[in-house]
Structures are given as structure tokens and as C-alpha cells.
């Protein structure tokens, strides 16, 4: 399958040279800002190309034929600490932000993010990709449980924000988890904010050891063949964010 030359072509004449580079023959956009990503999107919707978001590549890696006919997006650029707020316990962290680099960043404040304890390798986006979760006394630790609130450009080219920097229980269904363990087919992680707690609670989770990644979640839900209430809900999910098809699974 031969590389997309003709949306090649159209990235160049849109975004900065730097922004377009070839990783193992795939050709890879990497973004900046939010803004880039919805621009790169609205414009595969309209030149009817595929995209694959990578995040690292370190878990979600696009390699071999059946990608030479795609454009990869990787995190890499998004990769700025954007705000620590010391009094309402949150870090908002740009998606390409190694995870295990934050609680290094953290340790000035005082303060610490539970997942980053973890001994995975690879972005803040591409953990809650994967759905990252840990173990501690038997009780399961999704990284989903830290995640607050994230800005996402969805396959449309549409950039939200789900979730909400806010401690109060609410009723109704809090749609930014929807985003963990997605596999980058609901849309591309821009940020995301993620609650902290007080180092002085980091001893509570010194036994924390990391599960394997779930390579199924949604990938799984979406064979049509499985009626479960949950894998119909999940397909209707997809549809509703990827109406065109533009982040096919692979």
C-alpha cells in the first residue's frame, strides 16, 4: 500500500515543514497545539484519508503494510506541564508528557500523581489510550479514577472538553472516561487534567505494582458479532465521535 502522497502534499502546503516527518515508512504528523490537530483532522475528512494516532508509538506503534496508506499522529510536541494547582490538587499536562517524569516535576510542590508511580513507559495520553491501571491490595487502580478533565479533538475536527476540575459527587455518566482505554479511536488527547494528592499520602501506595495493558476494551466491543448491551453501546459510542470513519481500527 503505497504512502498517501497526495495528502502528503496537502500537510506541507498547510503546516510547517517540521510537522510532517516519516517514522519505519509511515508518514507522521506531529502537532502542536489543539488547533493543528482539528485542522489535520477537518482536512482528512475532506480528502477522505486515514489517520492512526500513535501517542509514543511505545504501546500503540504503527509498523508494517497496512499503515504505509496512513497518517500517523504522535503526541510528542504536546508536551508541556500547563498548570499545577497546589490548593485544588490537579496537574494539567500536555498528552505527550512522559508520565513518569511528573511526579520528578511534582516533588517542588510537594504533591504527587498516583499513576506516575507506575513503572510505564510512554505519554499521559497513551496511558489513559490504554487504560493504564495498577493494583494495590488486590483493588484494582485505573488511571481513570485521576482523570478529570481533557481537551480532545475528536475525528470531525471538533476540539472539547470533557469532565470537569470539580470535587463534587454528581449524578449521570461523566463522559471524559470514555476516553480511557479508547486505543486513540475516539479522537486525539490533546491535555488532560489529573487530581493529586499530598506526598505525604505517597506511602499508602508504595505496594502499587502495574497491571498488563488490556489490549482488548474497546477494540473488543467493537465486533459486530458480540450483542452485549456493553459492546452495542460501545459501537453507538464510536459512531457518534467517528461518523466518517476517519480513525479506522487496524
Known amino acids: 500500500m503505497p504512502v498517501p502522497e497526495a495528502f502528503v502534499k496537502v500537510i506541507k502546503s ?137 481537551t480532545v479533538v475528536t475525528p470531525t475536527g471538533e476540539i472539547i472538553t470533557p469532565g470537569s476540575i470539580c470535587f463534587k459527587s454528581v449524578s449521570g455518566f461523566d463522559i471524559v472516561k470514555v476516553f480511557h482505554n479508547s486505543w486513540g479511536l475516539l479522537g486525539l488527547i490533546v491535555s488532560a487534567s489529573l487530581r493529586l494528592m499530598p506526598e505525604t499520602g505517597a506511602a499508602d501506595f508504595e505496594e502499587l505494582h502495574q497491571l498488563g495493558i488490556d489490549r482488548t476494551g474497546l477494540l473488543a466491543a467493537l465486533d459486530a458479532s458480540d450483542v452485549s448491551d456493553d459492546a452495542v453501546y460501545a459501537r453507538k459510542i464510536r459512531e457518534k465521535f467517528d461518523p466518517e470513519g476517519v480513525l479506522p481500527i487496524v
Open 14 to 150: 498547510e503546516f510547517p515543514d517540521d510537522r510532517l516527518t516519516f517514522q519505519k515508512r509511515v508518514a507522521t504528523f506531529h502537532p502542536e497545539s489543539a488547533g493543528e490537530a482539528s485542522d489535520l483532522f477537518k482536512l482528512a475528512v475532506k480528502h477522505n484519508q486515514k489517520l492512526f494516532i500513535t501517542g509514543f508509538g511505545n504501546n500503540i506503534d504503527p509498523r508494517g503494510e497496512p499503515f504505509q496508506s496512513m497518517v500517523s499522529i504522535r503526541t510528542d510536541r504536546l508536551n508541556k506541564i500547563e498548570e499545577v494547582n497546589e490548593q485544588d490538587l490537579f496537574i494539567t499536562v500536555g498528552a505527550g508528557y512522559p508520565l513518569r517524569e511528573i511526579n520528578l516535576r511534582l516533588k517542588r510542590h510537594k504533591l504527587v500523581l498516583v499513576p506516575s508511580m507506575l513503572p510505564y513507559v510512554g505519554s499521559v495520553g497513551g496511558a489513559i489510550a490504554v487504560g493504564l491501571s495498577g493494583e494495590l491490595h488486590e483493588a484494582r487502580v485505573p488511571m481513570k479514577k485521576y482523570l478529570l478533565k481533557a
